[in-house]
């Protein structure tokens, strides 16, 4: 297959590029390399896969309608998997234009990309972030997720409500993916692992919000790479079960399905802490914190649906999920000193 992925100097989007790429699929891969964290890290990423003979590499941004019409029409994908997004819950109350114009922008004109072209699926990120003042555990697709708590989760829900339209009107197969808190090598430096683990090395204080009682369901990145590729190589298609008098908010009439992609297996954030401190040999230094704006205390994914649907099943524990990372860090930090 010919495929788009958005976002593919990105921590998820450059490691499914090199998995696409060893079974044999041809990349184009759209990123706009820009500076919210550290630049050198997606170039370090990119670098693992920029010189294989089937990817080709655009720096640009998905909310320039020209580019985005341009690269569609050249190069006449099979599939488009939409990763680029402005990420952070907690930046996006600090930069909301931000997330205005990538997430939603951005995406409005991958989905009409894909309308132009008669691209037959889209399959895209969106976050267990959607769940807001959700209590009810663990977060099931077949919820309603009216009540974001972040605009970043805002705009994740309103991406499945754009998506849901194109696949009513025009039969595009659309299919969203609700992360659940993704870490491994070479993640991201805003999220709470490598900031841990960075601070550890520094001897430097971590901030641990409310007061260390999050709990996350923390999902490696081979477990969230298996899951991807099962749906690139699924379509959705319509559910005719589907009852328009009670109306259950992950399928439709249409070609349009959301799953939920994690590991099923909630971990107290000390807990997951307490794995780091043992890899990198070194106690944290914690100071407790309320919890912070635009947060949740809990995320705990029910991922039945993609599991009875496409045999989807996580198999990495935060043990082995850890030790992974903090191998791959201690390498990657001594380069930076």
């Not at 234009?97 to 895209?124: A, H, M, P, S, W």
């Not at 319509?238 to 992609?261: E, F, G, K, L, M």
């Not at 649906?305 to 990657?332: C, H, M, R």
Request: aromatic share 12%; proline share 6%; hydrophobic share 35%.
């Amino acid at each position: 297959m010919k495929i788009l992925v958005t976002g593919s100097a990105g921590f998820i989007g450059s490691a499914l590029s090199i998995r696409l790429l060893e079974r044999g699929d041809k990349i184009v891969g759209v990123d706009n390399h820009n500076d919210y964290y550290d630049p050198n890290l997606k170039e370090l990423r990119l670098s693992r896969h920029i010189n294989h003979p089937n990817y080709s590499h655009f720096r640009a941004n998905i909310e320039n309608r020209e580019f985005v019409k341009e690269i569609f029409s050249n190069e006449k994908f099979d599939c488009v998997v939409n990763l680029a997004a402005q990420a952070g819950v907690r930046y996006s109350i600090e930069n909301p234009n931000t997330y205005i114009d990538t997430n939603l922008v951005g995406f409005g004109n991958i989905l009409e990309g894909c309308r132009q072209t008669k691209v037959q699926n889209l399959v895209y990120a969106s976050s267990s972030s959607t769940y807001g003042l959700n209590t009810k555990q663990p977060f099931s697709v077949h919820h309603p997720v009216n009540h974001p708590v972040s605009l970043y989760a805002a705009t994740k829900k309103a991406n499945e409500l754009m998506a849901h339209t194109y696949s009513h009107l025009y039969q595009i197969s659309t299919t969203g993916l609700r992360f659940f808190t993704v870490y491994g090598p070479y993640d991201r430096p805003d999220m709470a692992l490598q900031k841990f683990a960075n601070s550890i090395m520094k001897d430097e204080t971590i901030k641990v919000f409310n007061y260390g009682n999050h709990r996350r369901d923390f999902t490696y990145i081979d477990d969230i790479l298996n899951g991807v590729i099962k749906v690139i190589d699924n379509p959705a298609v319509p559910d005719s079960n589907w009852d328009p008098s009670n109306p259950d908010p992950s399928s439709s009439t249409a070609p349009y399905r959301i799953y939920n992609i994690g590991n099923n297996n909630p971990v107290n954030l000390m807990d997951y802490i307490k794995e780091l401190e043992i890899n990198l040999g070194k106690e944290a230094k914690k100071e407790f914190l309320p919890i912070q704006p635009g947060d949740v205390p809990e995320t705990y994914a029910d991922i039945s649906d993609l599991s009875d649907a496409l045999g989807y099943q996580p198999s990495i524990s935060v043990t082995e999920g850890v030790k992974n990372f903090s191998e791959w860090f201690i390498k990657y930090y001594e380069t930076k000193i």
